[in-house]
T-cell receptor, first 113, second 112 residues
């Protein structure tokens, strides 16, 4: 049973660029949430997607956007990158009808120079 | 607003000693509570969760946690720590199916 997968594992960008991160949920899951984890801190909620719609959003600017596809996979897009966007980006999946528990992927480490 | 406080940033214990990691939360309703563990460079692995019922919950790797509503606490315990338990531990609270709020984590170091 495949767990949550994310790609790429690492990437380096420069300020002002745009980046797209990808997530495939655990088999059978239909809900995807994204979190940002800065160095030395706990994860912070960015947004959650269900039925291809963003249904909850954390305190992040509009530069952060996402998408969920019919196969439940998801993308996180960040525009106009800032140095402060350097972090580990975690994807978590759950099952809406019974899924109080979110299962996390290994993350994508983004470095903005 | 919901919040989680993990008062201990860093804890060092000897292998074989007992462990207790503290977690205090603020939440307006009955919380869903979680403990996750993160090894260096890795994602989060679920250790255990509490939704309702018995306030003492058992998890993987020999961990347990006790929910105390009167103290707004959900402390994680293990009777005998192994060197492989060295990692960062995060407590989280949420309404279920929605955003989780995490504490800032406790880094556990295990001495031989």
């Amino acid at each position: 049973d495949a767990g949550v997968t994310q790609s790429p594992t690492h990437l380096i960008k420069t300020r002002g660029q745009q980046v797209t991160l990808r997530c495939s949920p655990k088999s059978g899951h239909d809900t995807v949430s994204w979190y940002q984890q800065a160095l030395g801190q706990g994860p912070q909620f960015i947004f959650q997607y269900y039925e291809e719609e963003e249904r909850q959003r954390g305190n992040f600017p509009d530069r952060f956007s996402g998408h969920q596809f019919p196969n439940y996979s998801s993308e996180l897009n960040v525009n106009a990158l800032l140095l402060g966007d350097s972090a580990l980006y975690l994807c978590a999946s759950s099952l809406e009808r019974s899924g109080e528990t979110q299962y996390f992927g290994p993350g994508t480490r983004l470095l903005v120079l | 607003a919901q919040s989680v406080t993990q008062p201990d940033i860093h804890i060092t214990v000897s292998e074989g000693a007992s462990l207790e990691l503290r977690c205090n939360y603020s939440y307006g309703a009955t919380p869903y509570l979680f403990w996750y563990v993160q090894s260096p460079g890795q994602g989060l692995q679920l250790l255990l969760k509490y939704f309702s019922g018995d306030t003492l919950v058992q998890g993987i790797k020999g961990f347990e946690a006790e929910f105390k509503r009167s103290q707004s606490s959900f402390n994680l315990r293990k009777p005998s720590v192994h060197w492989s338990d060295a990692a960062e531990y995060f407590c989280a609270v949420g309404p279920g199916r929605r955003a989780l709020t995490f504490g800032s984590g406790t880094r556990l170091q295990v001495q031989p």
